[in-house]
C-alpha cells in the first residue's frame, strides 16, 4: 500500500477528519500521546484475562453480536465511509459485507482451528502422550490503513479478538472516526464486557510509533513497506513479533485462450474500484500478443463510460490521501516519456482529488509506473509472446502480493508459476471475499498473513506438552541412570527405523 502516515503538527492535540471530496470538517478526535497509548494497552491487559478465559462458544457469541450490530447501523456506517473515505456508498456497504463474512467465519472456526490436538509422538517416545495447545498472545495492536477501513484491519481484529487476544487499534488518520465507529459498535453489542477488550488510540504516526513501543505481545500493520520496515526495526526493541502487509505491484496475465470481454471486464474494474487504491488490485497488465488490441480496446470502451465523483452516479470516489495524487501524476509522466503512450487519459485526467481513468501501453518496464505501487485509477498493458514471458515479467518485482490469471484451459497452472500470496483465476481478487483463504505476501508486500486458519494462527503461541504415560522398564533415556544395555539396543534400533532409505 503505498501510504505513508502522515505527522502531527508540534502542540497539536486533536485530529481534524475532513471529507476528501470538498474538504469538510466531519469530526474531531483527540490525540493520543505516549501516556494515552500506554493507558489504553493497560486496560487491554486488564481485559485480557477475562477475554481470555471464555469458551469459544462465549466469544463466538460476542463476536457474532457485533456483526449484527454493524448490519443495524450499516446505513449509519455506508455514509460515513462515503463521507470520510469517498468511495460510493454500494462500495462502503460491499465493503461492510466481506467485514461481516470475516467476522462471521473468525467467531465460527477459532475453536476448530485453534482447540488442543493429541499427536503422535513417535516410537522412540511411545510411552508419552503429546498435546498441541494454541495460547493467545495477549494484547494485540493493529494499525489500520484508510483504503479499506473497515476490511483490512478487520482481518487482523476479528480474528485476534477470535483467539482470545485483546486490540488496541489505531485506525488511519484518514478514516478516524470510521475506525472509532467500528469499535464503538463493538462495545455496544456487548455491554457486560469488561472495558479494554478492543479500544482505540487515534493519531497520527506518533501514536502508532507509541503503541510499537507500547507493552503489547505483538504488532499488525498496513500500510507502506517504507513504514512497515520502520516498524519492524523498532519492534525489534522489544523483539515484539511484527504482522506486515504493505502492499503490491500486482499483475494480470491474460493468456491467449482467455474470454476477452470478461478479462477486460475484470481488468477495467479492478485496475479503478477504489480510485486504484486497492492494494491487491490491478496494475500491470500482460496479454498475449495475438488478441493484445481487442483486449485494449475492450478495456479503454469500459473505462471511456466510468468516471469519478461523489454523488450516486459515480464509480469511484476522489483520491483519500491528497499527497497520492503528486505520484499518480509522476507515474504517468514518467511512463510517457520513457516510450509509453496513454490510450486512455493522461496527466490532463488529474482533476482536483478526481483521477479520471488512465491506460497506458507499452510502458518501459524501468519506469515508476511499472516498477512502483501507483494506487491510483491507472494501469499498464503490455503484449507478450508466450506465457512464460508473461509469468517471468509478473514475477520480476519487488513485490508478492496478489496477482490475477485469465485462460480458458490453463489458469489454475500459470497461477502456481506465481510468485505471489495470492492468485485469482478468471475473476479479480476472488481470494480476498474467500474467508477460509489466507491473504498476504512476501518481499516488499510484508511479513505473515491474514485471514483463515493461518491469519487465526498468527495470534497465537504454540505450547506444547508431552506427558509421560508410564515408564519402559529398563529403559531410561532422559536420566543419569541410563545403562549400557540401553544404548546397545538403540544402536539397534536406529538403523532398523532410519538407516534403512533407499
Known amino acids: 500500500m503505498s501510504t505513508t502516515e502522515s ?17 469538510e470538517v466531519i469530526a474531531t478526535h483527540p490525540i493520543a500521546d505516549q501516556q494515552a497509548v500506554n493507558a489504553a494497552v493497560d486496560r487491554a491487559r486488564g481485559a485480557a484475562t477475562t477475554w481470555g478465559a471464555l469458551t469459544y462458544a462465549e466469544r463466538k457469541k460476542y463476536l457474532l453480536r457485533w456483526a449484527s450490530r454493524l448490519v443495524a447501523k450499516s446505513e449509519e456506517l455506508c455514509d460515513l465511509i462515503h463521507a470520510e473515505n469517498g468511495k460510493p456508498r454500494d462500495d462502503a456497504f460491499l465493503e461492510l459485507l466481506l467485514t461481516l463474512e470475516h467476522i462471521a467465519w473468525a467467531a465460527k472456526n477459532a475453536e476448530k482451528v485453534l482447540k488442543p490436538r493429541k499427536v503422535s509422538p513417535g516410537a522412540l517416545m511411545s510411552n508419552f502422550g503429546a498435546y498441541l495447545e494454541q495460547r493467545p498472545l495477549g494484547v494485540i ?52 464486557l469488561p472495558d479494554g477488550v478492543f479500544v482505540t488510540v487515534n493519531g497520527y504516526g506518533e501514536t502508532g510509533a507509541a503503541l510499537v ?5 505483538k504488532i499488525a500493520f498496513t500500510g507502506s513497506a517504507a513504514t ?49 487504491q486497492t492494494c491487491a488490485g490491478v496494475e500491470r497488465v500482460y496479454v498475449d500478443a495475438s488478441i493484445r ?87 499498464t498493458i503490455r503484449s507478450v509472446r508466450s506465457v512464460d514471458e508473461a509469468v517471468a515479467l509478473a514475477n520480476d518485482s519487488t513485490y ?70 508410564f515408564q519402559i522398564p529398563g529403559i531410561a533415556l532422559l536420566s543419569y541412570a541410563r545403562t549400557e544395555s540401553t544404548m546397545k539396543l538403540l544402536r539397534r534400533v536406529v538403523p532398523l527405523l532410519h538407516g534403512r532409505n533407499k
Not at 478487520?154 to 486490540?167: F, K, P
Not at 470502451?301 to 459515480?314: C, F, R
Open 7 to 23: 505527522t502531527a503538527v508540534a502542540g497539536e492535540t486533536t485530529l481534524t477528519s475532513v471529507n476528501p471530496a470538498n474538504g
Open 141 to 192: 495492536g493493529v494499525i489500520g490503513p484508510w483504503n479499506y477501513p473497515i476490511f483490512t484491519p478487520n482481518g487482523s481484529i476479528a480474528y485476534a479478538l477470535a483467539a482470545g487476544n485483546t486490540v488496541v487499534y489505531k485506525p488511519s488518520e484518514y478514516s478516524t472516526s470510521i475506525g472509532n465507529f467500528y469499535t464503538k459498535a463493538f462495545a455496544e453489542a456487548n455491554p457486560e
Open 213 to 217: 513501543r507500547s507493552d503489547i505481545d
Open 228 to 276: 512497515g520496515k520502520k516498524i519492524m526495526a523498532a519492534a525489534a526493541d522489544r523483539l515484539t513479533p511484527v504482522l506486515l502487509e504493505c502492499g503490491g505491484k500486482d499483475a494480470v496475465i491474460v493468456a491467449a485462450d482467455a474470454d476477452i470481454k470478461a478479462a477486460a471486464d475484470a481488468v477495467a474494474y479492478g485496475a479503478t474500484m477504489n480510485s486504484g
Open 293 to 379: 488490441d481487442e483486449f485494449v480496446a475492450e478495456v479503454k470502451k469500459i473505462l471511456s463510460d466510468v468516471h469519478p465523483g461523489s454523488d450516486d452516479k459515480a464509480a469511484y470516489g476522489p483520491m483519500t490521501m491528497p499527497s497520492q495524487i503528486d505520484i499518480v501524476r509522476r507515474h504517468i509522466e514518467d511512463a510517457l516519456k520513457n516510450g509509453g503512450t496513454a490510450v486512455l487519459g493522461g496527466p490532463e485526467s488529474i482533476k482536483g482529488p478526481y483521477i479520471e481513468p488512465v491506460v497506458l501501453v507499452d510502458v518501459d518496464e524501468n519506469s515508476a509506473a511499472v516498477r512502483e505501487e501507483t494506487f491510483g485509477p491507472t494501469l
Open 400 to 469: 508478492s502480493l496478489g496477482s490475477t490469471v485469465f485462460s480458458r484451459k490453463h489458469g489454475l497452472e500459470i497461477a502456481r508459476r506465481l510468485e505471489a500470496g495470492a492468485t485469482s483465476v478468471n475473476a479479480v481478487l476472488g481470494f480476498a471475499a474467500i474467508s477460509a483463504l489466507p491473504f498476504g505476501g512476501g518481499r516488499d508486500s510484508g511479513i505473515g498473513r491474514i485471514h483463515g486458519a493461518p491469519g487465526m494462527l498468527e495470534f497465537t503461541a504454540a505450547h506444547s506438552i508431552a506427558v509421560q504415560r
